[in-house]
């Protein structure tokens, strides 16, 4: 057409500015392990949106950096290519999983120790199993290295990879039963399974002296605590006399992945695995019925389980009983400022000051800031001797983390689950008022109340109780207890059990 001006062809690409040969030659493969890193992390984000949870994810993670490694090595000849394959990789991952709003994957905070500790959880582990081969990966790929520091390097790391290998294989397990002269009991229990529960594998802690004594199910508190190494030291006591069982709970510890999808960790669901349980240790066990203990959060779902199903259950007896979360909150968060006020403590005023009255809506970082205050409002109180000698002689830590019942990645689940789980449940248990959902139960009731509680959990217990309609009831108090009442004073509640709640067991 006259007028219009046409290109010229021409072998000078400056003039469509194309890249010339030898740089797509150069930058090609690197697009192309880009490209894989991406892919995989897509991959990995959708279907493990929580990252590594068990053994054998984690071993898969190691193996997929490795991997990553190896072939961005070979294909650049440079071990530094490490550094955009993770950043993709993570990158990918991050998008894929973006609609998971758990504190652990959603949030990033840094502006207290709980977040600090949650990015380490949530993040810093995963980057540490997966960058570490990596880097094992990449220095291999990349060929021979010119220097003999480079081949001591790459010794290192590989020991080093494989040392977090062994400690991300290394099983988990219970010790035996043993008597007082430190010997196994002949015929004892005591086993770490799974179970399925909705559609979900738990982990069931059992043990026994006595296979065919009955059976006390405990549900431990929370929401979003294990209990599986704590529970199994401080209950030693009862194990002569019961079959003690307990679980990881959905979304605590081990179980820690079936907190996904969390549309369906819900209140209701809680309640119906541990009718499940039930339902399970009483096939087990041959057993009609069991005896249900809660602590804490796990009276509430003990008392909702006994009202559901109380053909399942012998007796129920509650620890640190809950009655109306949000009310125990308002009740000791206002505690919380008349000792500010009283004792002129500019920190607790701060603290209650930046949290706002409860029900708290930064979950669940204000509810551990609290938590922390509580040693203020306790009085002075001494739990019995065999508590604080079973606790010292087993060297866990306050959550338990170092329990053998636990793997390395079902280590990093306790705290995970702990800070996950509570942010799911908690909500829904806002408004919750066992005075007025729960006025009665049509099993024996035992309540045991530690003197030294919170004004603001014990006073509703006690309201609850004085006013529940039960065929039989019984409130034992203790001095020398406050929230963890049945751990606390487990030789005198293993006297209770012998002589009032095993009685009923031949009543059925």
Do not use: C
């Not at 009283?342 to 809506?361: N, S, W």
């Amino acid at each position: 057409m006259a007028g219009t001006m046409s290109p010229v062809l021409t072998d000078d690409r400056s003039a469509w500015h194309l890249p010339h040969p030898g740089a797509l030659r150069r930058w090609a493969p690197l697009a192309g392990v880009l490209a894989l890193a991406a892919l995989t992390g897509l991959l990995t984000g959708q279907v493990a949106p929580l990252g590594p949870v068990s053994s054998v994810g984690a071993l898969v993670v190691m193996a997929t950096g490795a991997g990553l490694g190896l072939v961005g090595g070979r294909v650049v000849r440079s071990a530094w290519v490490v550094v955009p394959l993770a950043v993709v990789h993570v990158a990918a991952i991050e998008i894929a999983r973006s609609d998971v709003l758990l504190p652990t994957v959603h949030d990033v905070r840094i502006d207290s120790i709980w977040g600090l500790l949650a990015l380490v959880l949530g993040r810093g582990v995963h980057a540490l199993l997966l960058v570490l081969p990596m880097i094992l990966g990449a220095r291999v790929g990349a060929g021979r290295p010119r220097r003999r520091a480079g081949a001591v390097g790459t010794a290192v790391v590989g020991a080093l990879t494989l040392g977090l290998a062994v400690v991300v294989a290394l099983p988990a397990g219970t010790p035996p039963v043993r008597d007082a002269d430190g010997e196994i009991v002949p015929g004892s229990v005591a086993t770490l399974d799974t179970v399925w529960l909705g559609g979900d594998p738990h982990s069931v802690l059992v043990r026994a002296a006595d296979p065919d004594a009955p059976v006390l199910l405990y549900l431990s508190g929370g929401p979003g605590q294990s209990d599986l190494a704590l529970a199994r030291v401080l209950s030693e006591p009862w194990v002569d006399d019961v079959v003690f069982a307990t679980f990881d709970q959905r979304g605590n510890g081990t179980s820690y992945a079936a907190l996904l999808p969390t549309e369906e960790a819900t209140l209701d669901r809680a309640v119906a695995d541990v009718i499940d349980l039930t339902l399970h240790l009483r096939a087990r066990f041959d057993e009609d019925k069991v005896i249900l203990m809660g602590e804490s959060w796990g009276t509430i779902l003990g008392v909702l389980a006994v009202e559901r199903r109380p053909d399942l259950f012998h007796a129920y007896l509650g620890s640190g009983q809950m009655v109306d979360v949000t009310e125990t909150d308002r009740r000791i968060y206002r505690d919380l400022v008349d000792y500010a006020d009283r004792t002129g403590d500019r920190a607790v005023a701060d603290l209650t000051e930046r949290i706002g009255e409860p029900p708290y809506a930064d979950l669940p970082w204000a509810n551990a800031d609290v938590m922390l205050a509580y040693e203020y409002l306790y009085g002075p109180y001494t739990p019995s001797e065999g508590y604080l000698a079973r606790g010292e002689a087993s060297g866990l830590d306050a959550f338990g983390v170092r329990g053998v019942e636990y793997t390395f990645l079902d280590k990093v689940d306790v705290l995970r689950g702990l800070m996950d789980t509570f942010a799911v449940m908690y909500p829904q248990i806002q408004g919750l008022d066992l005075r007025q959902e729960v006025p009665r139960l049509e099993v024996p009731v035992f309540v045991l109340d530690g003197a030294a509680e919170l004004d603001g959990r014990r006073d509703l217990a006690l309201e609850w109780y004085a006013a529940l309609d039960a065929p039989q009831k019984r409130l034992v108090t203790f001095q020398d207890a406050a929230h963890a009442v049945a751990f606390e004073q487990a030789g005198a509640v293993d006297r209770l059990l012998v002589e009032e709640v095993l009685p009923l067991v031949g009543e059925r």
